[in-house]
Every structure is written in structure tokens, then in C-alpha cells.
């Protein structure tokens, strides 16, 4: 046998009786049970203990590797649990094993067999690249320095005092009921959104609050309308779904429904950011919400409203939601706090309307699991206790004044482009001639230390028109704003193809 399986490796540390089973240091020679365990292992694997071939006794096995009989016997017993041996009144035989090799056959000379993908994974295109929230200028990053982690940290011991231990098993699917109602609360105050906390869904952050609407309100091959240029996590939504998605073009009211789409292409989710278009910054106008609610309900789709930005608005009266605009909308309303707080908790949320909510609640038992219970618990304190209205201020006058600062940035270094958005949100995109290439300035932006995306990153068909920068400024102060737009008009000019004179 030794022949087969090779001599073990003695050491005085290995040597005694019933050394355990357990995972050796790198350095030192595992336990000799182990060493011989995965010696017989490899040979049968290999071929060269073949199917059916009769293993030594205990006491001639044992004589012969210099081991203790009772080590032989163990090993022997775990590899019989683990099915590569049989043990009978005759003796440990070789399990039959599929393998080729312990079927002493020889392994096969053609490639390794291809991997088979779903198709929907081919449909995912690399957007992110070049995208660090560290940098100035990433669209979609609040300041996080100025949230408030000293009030945080009490909201999240206070939740581990007053829940231990229950709160450390599972939840309630739909999220922790002091959170459904006080996001609803805060809702129905600051938004105009009709619900009450039984509507409220709480989600893996916004992106699995539109994953849910996927999974609740269509079937495969359904046909979804997104806004073009757009958010492409709602894309990556429709796409698990295996959705058909027919993009919609912006204009500055919003959304604009191509005539006879509703006819050509009736939709089953329409995916819409009325409060401020991601990313031309489009505030959707009244007269498009109550025409898309009437088309939604007319044709039995469901609209759902990424109420983005929606909490940031620096002037004038803030903008109610769709949801809250008529009896009865057809309105999936989504939010999620890694905006108005920070993403690492990822808490989104979906309000349902009521009669759906009460309907879903046996799927959703089924569906999720909850999670972040501590986290939900905090949160659903720090918006009872006031503190998440009072940093949603504070972070309503900081924005209000980088955004002035970067919009006099802007006017002067790229006077002659177009800027889009209006008095809301963490970012401003401007719209670039088509002579220069947005994603190859974006790369040189960030060898400089600047993060702004390219606008035609977020087209979904390619067209003119989507060539220019997003720029964020939620997390850079106003006064690095000034210099970094500097730099970028530097590099914008570099790239200027000369204009051919007239003859
Ligand atoms: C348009 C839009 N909606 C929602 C979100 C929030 O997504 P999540 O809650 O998954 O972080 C983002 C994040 O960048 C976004 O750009």
C-alpha cells in the first residue's frame, strides 16, 4: 500500500493516538489521520485504488504506515460516512465512483466543457469604470463626512439595548414595523405620498425595491418603457426580468411618450424619476404625470416613481409625488436612503398601493427575509427622534451651496455649453459639443483625482445629443469645486478637434 499511497509524514508532534481531523498548519505536517484520510482519498480518486479493490485490515495497514490501528480505523470509518469505501464482513472495498480517473480511465483530451450562461448575463454592459465616491465631483455621493455619526451611533445602541436578543433573528419580511411606520409618517409629510406603514416594503436599498416590482407585476418577455438617457439599474431590473425594454426620450418636462407607443408597445411597467430626471435633471411636469397615470391605468400598467432627489429641492415649494397626485394611482413609489443618509446600510424602500400590499404579503413571506434589523431599528429612531429631518436640512442648505458654486464654475469655464437640471439634487450635467469624446475626458479627469461620469454612459441607444459630463457635487466642498471644474476645462479644450477654416 505504502507503494500507492506514499510514506506519512512523522513528526513528535502528529505522532500520538487519535490525533484530530482538523485543518494543519501551513508549516507543520497535518495529524497523521488526516495525512492518511487524504492519501487513500487522492488514490481512489486517481484511479489507483480502482472500484472494488479490497483495502488492507486495520492491523496490516496500521504496521505497515507506522500508525496506530485505532488512526486506521478512523480514517477508514470517514472515508466509508463519506461514501469512497463500503465496508462488509470481508473487509473496506472501493466505492464505484462516476470519476473517470477512479474508474481508471483516462482523463478526456477535449476542452473543458463551456460554462453555460443565462442569456441575460450577455446583456450587462460595464458602466462603471472610473467611478471612485472618494473622489471630487462622483455624481450620487452625499457628503459623508458632515452626516451625523455621533447621533447614529447612539440611534444604533439604543436598538441593540432595547431589542437583545430578539432582534438578532429573523424579522418580519417586509421590514421592521417601527420603520414601515415612521418612513410613512415622514412620507406622507414631506413627500405628499398616500400610505401607510402596511404599504411600506423595506428593500436591499432602491435596487432591489425595483428588482420587486420586476418580480411582483410582470412575466418574462412583458415590455417595460425607461427613460432614455436613464438609470441603468432600472435597465439591470428589467433585464433579470427578461423584460422587453423600449427606451423613452427626455426632454425638459421629463419623460416624453413617443406618439403611439402606448398602442405599439403597451407597457407593464413604465420606470420613471419625476422629481429629478437621473441624469439630465428634468423635473416631470404635471401635465405628463397625470397623462401617464391615465395611459398606466387605461392599459393596466404600473408606473413606478424613483422619487430621487426628491427630498433636495432649493427652490421654491417642494415638488409632492406622483403617487400623491390622484386617488388610486397606478404608482409604485421607491426611495431609499443611500442619498439622504449614506448607501452602506442599504435601506430602499417600495410603497405598494393598499389593496396590492394586503394581497402580496403571502409572496413577500415567501420572497424575502428581512434584514439589518439593528440597522432598521436605528433608522425607524433617528426619524422619530427628528434627527434624520434636521441632517436632511442641514444637507438641503449644504447642496443648495455647492450647486450655486458649481453652477458659477461652470458658466465660466464652459460658457458656451449647455447645463441641464434645475434647483435640486447632488449633481448638474452639462451637455458637450459632439467634437469631444465624454468617456475618453472622463478618463483623463480621473488620472487627475476627479470622478464625473460621461452622459452617453447612460444612454440606452445610442444617439446625438448624450455626450457630456455628470457632475456631482455632494461630496466636494465649494471649494474645490471652482479648480476641479478648472482642470476639466483644461482637458476639454486639449481635446478640441480645430475647426477647418474657410477657404
Ligand atoms: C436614479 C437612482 N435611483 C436610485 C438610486 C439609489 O439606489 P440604491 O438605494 O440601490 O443605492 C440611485 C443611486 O445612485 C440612482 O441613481
Not at 30 to 45: D, G, T
Not at 292 to 306: F, H, P, Q, S, T
Not at 441 to 450: E, S, Y
Request: positive net charge; aromatic residues 6%.
Amino acid at each position: 500500500m505504502i507503494e500507492i499511497i506514499g510514506p506519512l509524514a512523522h513528526t513528535a508532534a502528529n505522532r500520538g493516538v487519535g490525533a484530530g481531523v482538523g485543518i494543519g498548519d501551513a508549516q507543520k505536517p497535518a495529524p497523521l489521520q488526516k495525512q492518511l484520510i487524504e492519501r487513500l482519498q487522492q488514490a481512489i480518486l486517481g484511479g489507483r485504488l480502482p472500484a472494488g479493490s479490497l483495502l488492507p485490515s486495520s492491523r496490516l495497514l496500521s504496521a505497515e504506515m507506522g500508525v496506530s490501528r485505532n488512526t486506521v480505523v478512523i480514517a477508514y470509518e470517514h472515508l466509508a460516512a463519506v461514501g469512497y469505501v463500503v465496508a462488509d464482513k470481508k473487509g473496506t472495498r472501493v466505492s464505484p465512483l462516476s470519476s473517470r480517473a477512479a474508474r481508471g480511465e483516462p482523463p478526456p483530451r477535449s476542452a473543458p466543457p463551456k460554462v453555460a450562461y443565462a442569456a441575460r448575463v450577455g446583456q450587462f454592459t460595464a458602466t462603471r469604470t472610473h467611478v471612485d465616491a472618494a473622489l471630487p465631483l462622483t455624481p450620487g455621493t452625499p457628503a459623508l463626512d458632515r452626516f451625523p455619526l455621533a447621533a447614529w451611533r447612539r440611534a444604533l445602541e439604543r436598538s441593540m439595548e432595547r431589542a437583545l436578543p430578539l432582534a438578532l433573528g429573523y424579522g418580519t419580511p417586509a421590514g421592521e414595523p417601527a420603520l414601515r411606520d415612521a418612513i410613512a409618517a415622514h412620507l406622507r409629510m414631506a413627500r405628499g405620498v398616500r400610505c401607510e406603514g402596511s404599504q411600506v416594503v423595506i428593500t436591499e436599498g432602491a435596487q432591489e425595491a425595483l428588482n420587486l416590482c420586476v418580480r411582483l407585476f410582470t412575466n418574462p418577455g412583458d415590455v417595460a418603457w425607461i427613460e432614455d438617457p436613464g438609470y441603468r439599474g432600472a435597465k439591470a431590473a428589467f433585464n433579470q426580468g427578461d423584460l422587453t425594454t423600449v427606451p423613452m426620450p427626455v426632454d425638459v418636462e421629463g419623460m416624453s411618450v413617443r406618439s403611439g407607443a402606448w398602442r405599439a408597445h403597451p407597457p407593464k411597467l413604465i420606470y420613471t424619476s419625476p422629481a429629478h430626471q437621473y441624469p439630465t435633471g428634468a423635473v416631470l411636469s404635471v401635465a405628463r404625470r397625470l397623462e401617464l397615470i391615465a395611459e398606466a391605468r387605461r392599459c393596466g400598467a404600473w408606473l413606478i416613481e424613483d422619487d430621487y432627489d426628491g427630498e433636495f429641492r432649493y427652490a421654491g415649494e417642494p415638488i409632492a409625488s406622483m403617487q400623491g397626485l390622484v386617488d388610486d394611482a397606478p404608482v409604485l413609489y421607491v426611495g431609499s436612503f443611500s442619498k439622504t443618509m449614506f448607501p452602506a446600510p442599504r435601506i430602499g424602500f417600495v410603497v405598494l398601493p393598499q389593496a396590492i400590499a394586503a394581497h402580496v404579503e403571502v409572496a413577500l413571506y415567501e420572497m424575502l427575509r428581512g434584514g439589518h434589523r439593528l440597522e432598521q431599528l436605528a433608522l425607524a429612531h433617528f426619524m422619530e427622534s427628528g434627527e434624520f429631518g434636521r441632517h436632511l436640512g442641514r444637507m438641503r442648505r449644504l447642496y443648495r451651496e455647492r450647486q450655486q458654486a458649481l453652477r458659477e464654475a461652470l458658466s465660466e469655464h464652459f460658457a458656451s455649453s449647455e447645463i441641464l437640471g434645475g434647483d435640486c439634487g447632488m449633481h448638474l450635467t452639462l451637455r458637450m459639443p459632439p467634437g469631444i469624446d465624454d468617456q475618453a475626458l472622463i478618463q483623463r479627469a480621473f488620472a487627475k483625482g476627479l470622478s464625473p461620469r460621461a452622459l452617453s454612459g447612460f444612454a440606452l441607444e445610442p444617439h446625438a445629443g448624450t455626450n457630456g459630463l455628470v457632475i456631482g457635487y455632494g461630496n466636494t466642498s465649494a471649494e474645490e469645486l471652482a479648480p476641479a471644474v478648472r482642470t476639466l476645462s483644461e482637458l476639454a479644450a486639449g481635446m478640441e478637434k480645430p475647426r477647418r477654416r474657410r477657404a
